[in-house]
């Protein structure tokens, strides 16, 4: 087992969650499915209970914990991508099955959980600092999804 693992709440769809995610992003894998012993407060004995599961190589689990908890923007997946094509690859499989778009790189899957979907061209000029920074940060705040042509305009101060 690893050392830290994160822990991810679902009603009771989180085998199907899994399995999405290892469809859409590389390096990720469904490694166990347990079903629960005994009848629990979300569920009956022999319902999938947890599922173990990687994304991008980040390990996970969720947990078929019934509508106690929902999942909040608070905790988000953040998914640097190379080029647009990527951007809009990961961007339109989360929001087209069943997703939500949302402002800034951010969208949310049908599950509710969160998801940065962030071209490395942004990440970089906010690492600059300084007006290159002032130029991406304030394109971006006008985008749902981020639109890499326009983050490499504003960079050049285009």
């Given at each position: 087992?690893?050392?830290?693992?994160?822990?991810?709440?679902?009603?009771?769809?989180?085998?199907?969650?899994?399995?999405?995610?290892?469809?859409?992003?590389?390096?990720?894998?469904?490694?166990?499915?347990?079903?629960?012993?005994?009848?629990?407060?979300?569920g009956k004995a022999g319902q999938?209970?947890?599922?173990?599961?990687?994304?991008?190589?980040?390990?996970?689990l969720g947990l078929n914990?019934?509508?106690?908890?929902?999942?909040?923007?608070?905790?988000?997946?953040?998914?640097?991508?190379?080029?647009?094509?990527?951007?809009?690859?990961?961007?339109?499989?989360?929001?087209?099955?069943?997703?939500?778009?949302?402002?800034?790189?951010?969208?949310?899957?049908?599950?509710?959980?969160?998801?940065?979907?962030?071209?490395?061209?942004?990440?970089?000029?906010?690492?600059?600092?300084?007006?290159?920074?002032?130029?991406?940060?304030?394109?971006?705040?006008?985008?749902?999804?981020?639109?890499?042509?326009?983050?490499?305009?504003?960079?050049?101060?285009?």
């Amino acid at each position: 087992m690893n050392k830290n693992t994160i822990c991810l709440w679902y009603t009771d769809d989180a085998e199907n969650a899994a399995r999405f995610y290892v469809s859409v992003f590389p390096d990720s894998a469904v490694t166990a499915v347990h079903h629960a012993p005994s009848d629990f407060p979300g569920g009956k004995a022999g319902q999938v209970l947890t599922v173990e599961f990687s994304v991008c190589g980040i390990p996970c689990l969720g947990l078929n914990g019934g509508d106690v908890f929902k999942q909040t923007e608070a905790f988000s997946f953040q998914i640097a991508t190379e080029d647009q094509a990527e951007t809009d690859r990961y961007w339109n499989a989360i929001v087209g099955n069943g997703g939500a778009e949302s402002a800034c790189g951010w969208c949310k899957d049908r599950w509710g959980l969160s998801w940065q979907i962030t071209p490395r061209v942004l990440t970089e000029a906010m690492a600059q600092g300084g007006d290159v920074a002032k130029r991406a940060f304030e394109a971006m705040m006008t985008m749902g999804k981020i639109d890499v042509a326009a983050i490499e305009a504003a960079v050049k101060g285009a």
